[in-house]
């Protein structure tokens, strides 16, 4: 079973880093990156579902330009809480 989620965690990694919208492979690359290892399945299978989404949906929720469905909203809202400076430029 380990084996399996090290599999899926390796594979969302790369699908994060793939996109087809620059800011999105560097937003979701570095989410994935740095959150990933601590998912456990369930966690795993909704990101994975918040990656079927376009890139420019996903964008506009992790930006705050559109809210995010309710079932994606924590998931986006942890995103877009290490997007800081890739999604709006960093307080000075």
Same mark, same amino acid.
């Given at each position: 079973?380990?084996?399996?989620?090290?599999?899926? /965690?390796?594979?969302?990694?790369?699908? =994060?880093?793939?996109?087809?919208?620059? $800011?999105?492979? *560097?937003?979701? &690359? !570095?989410?994935?990156? /740095?959150?990933?290892?601590?998912?456990? =399945?369930?966690?795993?299978?909704?990101? $994975?579902?918040? *990656?079927?989404? &376009? !890139?420019?949906?996903?964008?506009?929720?992790?930006?705050?330009? =559109?809210?995010?469905?309710?079932?994606?909203?924590?998931?986006?809202?942890?995103?877009?809480?290490?997007?800081?400076?890739?999604?709006?430029?960093?307080?000075?």
């Amino acid at each position: 079973m380990q084996d399996a989620i090290e599999t899926a /965690r390796k594979r969302l990694i790369m699908r =994060s880093m793939r996109r087809g919208i620059k $800011e999105m492979d *560097l937003i979701l &690359s !570095d989410f994935a990156r /740095r959150r990933l290892q601590d998912y456990d =399945s369930d966690q795993l299978a909704q990101y $994975e579902a918040l *990656l079927e989404e &376009s !890139d420019l949906d996903i964008y506009h929720w992790v930006s705050g330009q =559109s809210a995010a469905p309710v079932h994606f909203a924590p998931l986006v809202a942890e995103i877009s809480a290490g997007a800081t400076g890739l999604t709006r430029p960093h307080a000075t």
